[in-house]
């Protein structure tokens, strides 16, 4: 573990060096969240009511803040992607290093830019005028498992791009991810779709963490925390394994 954790690191200051020379990609990357703050709640927000009561703002924004931590699954798989189709895995994988290394790294590299969008988009959402209404301990508790969401998906993407291989295929991963992100509480209550609709949209992963993020934020909406940790968890202990038996098969 201590090995894999060094190397990891290492793997950290690697891809934060690209990041530092190439800032047009991190500012593409924290400018998207917020797009899609000002469209959803200014565009296609206007009509749109709360189960219960309550300013469409305030449930929205936790929503959107979960929503952009799922959406880590496209921009990861495309670079794991892209180093095994370069061959720079290939030279890694020659070095006398962790096998955990390079993906740990790319994980803790896109969980530190993920930390520095979601307080981007913590700073748009209270330009628009949502607010949280627990106290400091609340919000630091609803961002730490929004946090937590990012980081197990994170590791779904990584999978997805030692299986595939191929950059190219980004496009199915979007088909895949976009589909899952709306059918969520992130957006609107399950209370209002039609019932089959609903009851997929309480068992999406997202939904757990929109829900307790809204509740931790004391913004509309009921939620549990405990299943927004279990979800996270879960999907760590069945994509953590398979992204390092993959990685240990890539030359076979």
Not at 115 to 143: E, T
Not at 166 to 175: D, F
Not at 224 to 237: D, G, I, M, R, S
């Amino acid at each position: 573990m201590k090995w894999a954790l060094h190397d990891g690191w290492i793997m950290t200051h690697r891809e934060l060096a690209h990041l530092a020379r190439q800032p047009a990609q991190l500012i593409i990357t924290l400018l998207f969240p917020v797009l899609l703050v000002v469209m959803f709640a200014f565009v296609l927000g206007g009509g749109m009511t709360v189960d219960g009561g309550g300013d469409y703002r305030e449930y929205l924004l936790p929503g959107m803040f979960a929503m952009t931590m799922m959406f880590g699954v496209e921009s990861t798989f495309q670079a794991i992607a892209t180093d095994l189709n370069r061959g720079v895995t290939d030279r890694f994988r020659s070095l006398p290093m962790s096998p955990a290394g390079q993906v740990l790294g790319r994980n803790l590299a896109d969980l530190i830019t993920s930390a520095l969008g979601l307080l981007v988009m913590v700073g748009c959402g209270l330009a628009v005028g949502w607010r949280w209404h627990n106290g400091a301990a609340g919000a630091l508790a609803a961002v730490g498992l929004l946090l937590l969401l990012r980081f197990a998906v994170l590791w779904v993407g990584v999978y997805l791009g030692l299986l595939s291989r191929n950059p190219n295929l980004l496009m199915a991963v979007q088909i895949l991810v976009w589909p899952v992100a709306f059918l969520s509480s992130a957006l609107a209550s399950p209370a209002d779709m039609p019932s089959w609709l609903g009851a997929l949209s309480a068992w999406n992963p997202l939904s757990a963490t929109a829900d307790a993020t809204r509740a931790l934020f004391g913004n509309p909406g009921e939620g549990q925390v405990w299943k927004a940790v279990a979800w996270p968890l879960a999907l760590v202990a069945v994509f953590f394994p398979l992204s390092i038996r993959q990685y240990r098969r890539l030359s076979r």
